[in-house]
């Protein structure tokens, strides 16, 4: 099945600091999504890209659609506390088979920011 | 606005008993997905509903688990028999679309422990 390998798996980094994390996978994906999950709390979508080379902003987040359709990143500025989390980016199938509706997710980026 | 809402928040069960989670969609949503994360994990997608239809259970076990959306009500995830590799948290997520543009939102999620 479709798998997707997302690195690094964790990260401490200082306050005030960037932070880039990317996913790659072995097959295409029409739509990457990045989530951020807390503790005891279901994952809450940051960004969707839906466009090969395609490069989106949310306030400090930006990530892009690799061209190949198979990779995606996600970078963080100046990271602040509240940035910390889990991070999962997940891939879509949408091109119309019967798993057009089914996520698959990496297995995360642990984020730790010293204040 | 509310967003997608699961209850209970925790289960705990016995070895064998039956275990029901409930899942009630974004307003206008009528795509329903469940999914399920074990410790230190991503998601992993089980099944794919929409109204009184399921469309991929590809990822749900054979044996011992349903799920159902009913023309009216919230979905239900039904395991019987639970046993202690149920132990996980079970997250349902809702999209207006079923395709293109398919932005899943996410519910707090069902921590279920089976004792």
């Known amino acids: 099945g479709q798998q997707l390998n997302q690195s690094p798996q964790s990260m401490f980094i200082q306050e005030g600091e960037d932070v880039s994390m990317n996913c790659t996978s072995s097959?295409?994906?029409?739509?990457w999504l990045w989530y951020k999950q807390d503790p005891g709390e279901g994952p809450v979508l940051l960004i969707a890209?839906?466009?090969?080379?395609e490069l989106t902003s949310n306030g400090r987040l930006t990530a892009q659609f690799g061209i190949t359709r198979k990779d995606s990143f996600l970078n963080i500025s100046a990271s602040i506390p509240s940035d910390v989390g889990i991070y999962f980016c997940?891939?879509?199938?949408?091109?119309?088979?019967?798993?057009?509706?089914?996520?698959?997710f990496g297995q995360g980026t642990i984020l730790t920011v010293h204040p | 606005n509310a967003g997608v809402m699961q209850n209970p928040r925790h289960l705990v069960r016995r070895r064998g008993q039956e275990a029901r989670l409930r899942c009630s969609p974004m307003k206008g949503h009528s795509h329903v997905y469940w999914y399920r994360q074990l410790p230190e994990e991503g998601l992993k997608f089980m099944v794919y509903?929409?109204?009184?239809?399921?469309?991929?259970e590809s990822g749900m076990p054979k044996e011992r688990f349903s799920a159902e959306f009913p023309k009216e009500g919230p979905s239900i995830l039904r395991i019987q028999q639970v046993v202690r590799g149920d132990s996980a948290a079970y997250f349902c997520?809702?999209?207006?679309?079923?395709?293109?543009?398919?932005?899943?939102?996410f519910g707090p999620g069902t921590r279920l422990t089976v004792l």
């Open positions: 997520a809702s999209s207006l679309s079923g395709r293109v543009r398919n932005e899943q939102f």
């Open positions: 097959s295409i994906f029409n739509t």
């Open positions: 997940a891939g879509l199938d949408s091109a119309g088979g019967t798993s057009y509706g089914k996520l698959t």
């Open positions: 509903l929409q109204k009184e239809n399921i469309i991929d």
């Open positions: 890209l839906y466009k090969a080379g």
